[in-house]
Every structure is written in structure tokens, then in C-alpha cells.
């Protein structure tokens, strides 16, 4: 599976962006499928995922602000981010994870929250 992210952009705090990845194959296959982030200095973390069988998980860091939301047609998740902070500042990247299988980074978008 390959994946391509899009729609990173600079925005004003309290804006809102909403990201894309699209996948070069169904993503159902994968076990678990969302979104990371990597901000400068510090390490990659999970910002919000699809778990099998359709349960979502997100960071607490997000809970109430972000929303994943895929289109299974198009091969697609995206990731509508509200009420953004300079905090939230990273390069976002899209996972897709099957266990003893692979585990599929995309290229990164980046997204610049100013104050």
C-alpha cells in the first residue's frame, strides 16, 4: 500500500485545516490506519486512528478539536482539524499498520499554526 498526504497549509491560531491521505488500495486492509505527528525535536506520536472494526482513538491532545473521518470508496482518510494551536504545529504523516505484515508512512504534510 502506498499513501499520499495532502492539505497542509499555514493558518491562524483558532483556524481550521483538514488533511487527506489517499491510499493506493482499500483501506480496510489495514489493522489500524490514522494519523501522526511530528512537530521539530520531538518524536512522532499518534494523533488520531481507525482501529479494526471501525473504533476510533485519538490523543488527548485533540479529543474535541480534531475528527478522523474516511471514504471508503475513495480509498481516503482525512483528518478535520479545528481550533488549531501554534502547538499543533508538525509535519503530519498518514500510517497504515497490519500486523506481521507492514507498516506504510506516507511522505508528510506540513502544517504551520501561527500566533
Known amino acids: 500500500v502506498q499513501l499520499v498526504e495532502s492539505g497542509g497549509d499555514l493558518v491562524q491560531a483558532g483556524g481550521s485545516l483538514t488533511l487527506s491521505c489517499a491510499a493506493s488500495?482499500?483501506?480496510?486492509?489495514?489493522?489500524?490506519m490514522g494519523w501522526y505527528r511530528q512537530a521539530p525535536g520531538k518524536q512522532r506520536d499518534r494523533v488520531a486512528i481507525?482501529?479494526?472494526?471501525?473504533?476510533?482513538n485519538y490523543a488527548d491532545a485533540v479529543r474535541g478539536r480534531f475528527t478522523i473521518s474516511r471514504d471508503i470508496a475513495k480509498n481516503t482518510v482525512y483528518l478535520r482539524m479545528d481550533s488549531l494551536k501554534p502547538e499543533d504545529t508538525a509535519v503530519y504523516y498518514c500510517?497504515?499498520?497490519?500486523?506481521?505484515?507492514?507498516?506504510?508512512w506516507g511522505q508528510g504534510t506540513q502544517v504551520t499554526v501561527s500566533s
Open positions: 500510517n497504515a499498520y497490519k500486523p506481521m505484515d507492514y507498516s506504510v
Open positions: 481507525f482501529t479494526r472494526g471501525g473504533g476510533i
Open positions: 488500495e482499500t483501506i480496510l486492509g489495514p489493522d489500524v
